[in-house]
């Protein structure tokens, strides 16, 4: 039987987040664009800010959001959300995607009427098939959450370690000294050390699972290409490595995106796709995880994309086919 399409507009469509639904919701099977909004681009061709759109689009940016959709992805910068959900007043039948941090936890969770949804898949998967608002996970929060979910329902998740390094786009559009190509390149740097905003909505993932789960003791760090997560993390662990491969590849066998591979992997595997890749180690009584993700898929608008599949009943895969930047 045919699967019904959808109307589907974008808020805040010029920045990295906006460009990348825009890429994959062109070539989506079930939906259609109806409008792309930016104030400080309305009226110029999308193709104009996003270079690569070049002949695949002929759409323009507009001023105003329409409320003639089903569905209405929120692109904006943090906090900027709740003011667009303010001024438009959406009919209750337009749901809603947000990919800010403005709905994640449970005490924002509830905004003019809409009761938010945290969107992570292979946590959530049912809750976002019956919501009509979602709350799009942070970047770094989905690595680290996917590396550690399966730990949870052993009850072992006491005191954990996380290191991850994040591609430049994790910054967002907007000039700052340490966006620029000369300090970037051939540089690293660790920044918000044990202060990330993304390790409250891990935790409150965490602790829905395991109550009595320790603490993330996380530290990021800026890396000198494009795009990509790559996040380690350990914690003691009484499982041998064969069981806790079982275990791991048991937890995701029904989730399309996220899998675990026994071969060492690298960055370059997942970007440009919607994959988590995971790979384990044993050393001593530390179990240790390495996660990998796009920052800009998997982490952002990819996810955002799964969770539209999910909440209109398409296949959790529409659009999301990619294939990796392998050279």
């Not at 509830?110 to 946590?123: A, D, K, M, S, T």
Request: charged letters at 15%.
């Amino acid at each position: 039987m045919a699967m019904q399409r959808i109307s589907v507009g974008i808020a805040g469509g010029a920045g990295y987040t906006g460009g990348e639904l825009l890429r994959l919701l062109l070539h989506h099977p079930y939906a259609d664009i109806e409008f792309v909004h930016s104030r400080s681009n309305a009226g110029k061709p999308v193709s104009f800010v996003h270079g690569d759109l070049y002949g695949e689009t002929g759409l323009h940016f507009v001023s105003e959001i329409s409320t003639d959709i089903d569905v209405l992805f929120l692109c904006a910068g943090h906090g900027e959300s709740r003011q667009l959900l303010e001024a438009y007043q959406l009919p209750e039948r337009v749901r809603v995607i947000d990919l800010s941090n403005d709905f994640r936890l449970r005490e924002s969770a509830q905004y003019e009427g809409r009761n938010f949804v945290y969107g992570l898949p292979e946590y959530n998967r049912d809750a976002i098939a019956a919501a009509a608002n979602i709350a799009n996970p942070g970047c770094f929060a989905t690595a680290i959450q996917l590396a550690l979910l399966p730990l949870t329902k052993l009850g072992s998740l006491k005191d954990v370690h996380v290191t991850g390094i994040t591609g430049a786009t994790g910054a967002g559009q907007k000039l700052q000294s340490s966006s620029h190509f000369a300090w970037r390149v051939n540089n690293i740097q660790a920044y918000k050390s044990l202060s990330h905003q993304h390790i409250p909505e891990v935790m409150q993932t965490l602790r829905a699972l395991q109550p009595d789960c320790g603490p993330v003791h996380f530290i990021p760090w800026r890396g000198d290409f494009a795009r990509g997560i790559y996040v380690t993390a350990y914690t003691e662990c009484g499982m041998s490595l064969s069981d806790a491969w079982d275990h791991y590849e048991s937890w995701y066998q029904t989730h399309p995106f996220t899998h675990v591979i026994r071969e060492n992997m690298d960055l370059k595997q997942v970007v440009n796709t919607n994959k988590c890749l995971l790979h384990l180690e044993k050393v001593g009584q530390n179990l240790v995880i390495h996660s990998a993700i796009d920052n800009l898929l998997k982490g952002a608008s990819g996810q955002a994309v799964q969770n539209m599949n999910l909440m209109f009943g398409f296949p959790e895969d529409a659009g999301l086919r990619l294939k990796p930047v392998a050279f």
